[in-house]
């Protein structure tokens, strides 16, 4: 961090100049600015990529690495910059800032190089315009969907993927390049330049001993529609065996969830279980289980369907989920929102013994390391 970083941000006045765009230059450390509006305390994918990502930075001679998120306060700690916000989400724990001044005085101390928008929410066209002023290339990080965040709103989802189609198209506009592992010309107006990559901790491999499995299928992540959790209690009920159905997190829709349950006469058969953050835990988890199912149709990727599939366990996810092509036949696909295919994919799953060399070659393959070194490379290509 510049040594007279903390006094600008401590006093929220100081501007330093604006620094040149610095076309043709290769600097020894980049500095990488990450900006998460959805970054909860129980939150998935964003998060896990997020934390992943400052670890790896704190041993990478190569980047100055920063994370910008809502806190309860304004806090600056190393790398860390929290900026005042309101909780919103007790469930995932999610905020909302108090605008996006503090946000852009933050960029103006720092400096970056590069900074990445990792949703479309937070002043993206006001952002954009700092970052520029300051020289900074800016991507935006594409993890939702317009189809995903309409099926998260009360109503039919048409009008409301038509609005955020037209919002992300707006945020979109002035960014320099887009970075997602989907086709984002629709939702955006703009085809993605650079992948964006996921990689998998340690934990996420089979194991010696391999624990038995257990009768029950896992559901791991948040209790909402839009993750095909409904879908998933449907087929709970449709299934020739009447196998326990584990929900491990929480959401929005757990109540609805559980009174759909108690209306098809699920019982017992359904256990909630809470939110887990330790990967040791998670992967012991997906091992454990009969199968694990990532039901939802507009995944982005899929953390949860790559990382059991890793961890050596039967894994089942809807067939547009990005990861379940990288994990290839250790994942048993269904078409979206087909609740007798679902149930065929489970049943065929939960017969079948899971490839463990395989599991094992793609844990070993796709590392963070390896993930983080390649987004580095795209983005000093992008910062010359």
């Known amino acids: 961090m510049p040594r007279n970083t903390a006094t600008i941000l401590r006093r929220g006045t100081a501007t330093p100049r604006p620094r040149p765009a610095r076309r043709g230059v290769h600097p020894a450390r980049l500095r990488v600015v990450d900006v998460a509006l959805f970054y909860g305390e129980r939150s998935g994918g964003i998060r896990t990529y997020l934390d992943n990502k400052v670890a790896w930075a704190h041993g990478t001679p190569g980047i100055e690495h920063h994370l910008v998120v809502p806190g309860p306060k304004r806090r600056h700690e190393g790398g860390r910059h929290e900026l005042p916000s309101f909780r919103v989400a007790a469930a995932n724990g999610y905020r909302l800032p108090l605008g996006v001044g503090g946000l852009k005085d933050t960029l103006r101390a720092l400096r970056p190089d590069v900074v990445l928008l990792h949703d479309p929410f937070w002043g993206p066209l006001g952002v954009c315009q700092v970052s520029h002023d300051l020289g900074a290339r800016v991507v935006a ?194 078409p979206p929102g087909d609740v007798g295919e679902l149930v065929t994919a489970i049943q065929a799953a939960r017969a079948a013994t899971p490839n463990l060399d395989a599991a094992a070659a793609l844990a070993r393959g796709m590392t963070w390391r390896r993930a983080l070194d390649a987004e580095l490379a795209d983005l000093r290509e992008l910062a010359r």
Do not use: N
């Open 141 to 334: 990080v594409h993890h939702g969907s317009s189809a995903l965040d309409a099926a998260g709103m009360p109503g039919p989802d048409a009008p409301w993927r038509a609005a955020f189609r037209r919002w992300m198209h707006h945020a979109y506009q002035e960014v320099d390049a887009v970075m997602s592992a989907v086709d984002t010309r629709e939702d955006s107006g703009r085809d993605a330049t650079i992948p964006l990559r996921f990689g998998l901790h340690p934990a996420f491999a089979p194991v010696p001993g391999m624990p038995p499995r257990g009768d029950h299928v896992l559901y791991v992540g948040r209790i909402a529609r839009e993750k095909g959790v409904f879908e998933l209690v449907r087929a709970a009920a449709q299934a020739p065996e009447p196998w326990p159905l584990r929900l491990v997190g929480t959401g929005p829709a757990l109540d609805r969830v559980k009174t759909l349950a108690a209306e098809l006469g699920l019982g017992r058969r359904l256990q909630l279980r809470p939110y887990i953050r330790d990967p040791a835990h998670l992967a012991e988890s997906y091992r454990k289980a009969s199968v694990v199912v990532m039901p939802g149709a507009h995944e982005t990727f899929g953390l949860v369907g790559f990382e059991a599939a890793a961890s050596g366990a039967a894994t089942v996810a809807c067939s547009t989920a990005p990861s379940a092509a990288v994990a290839g036949s250790l994942v048993q696909t269904f």
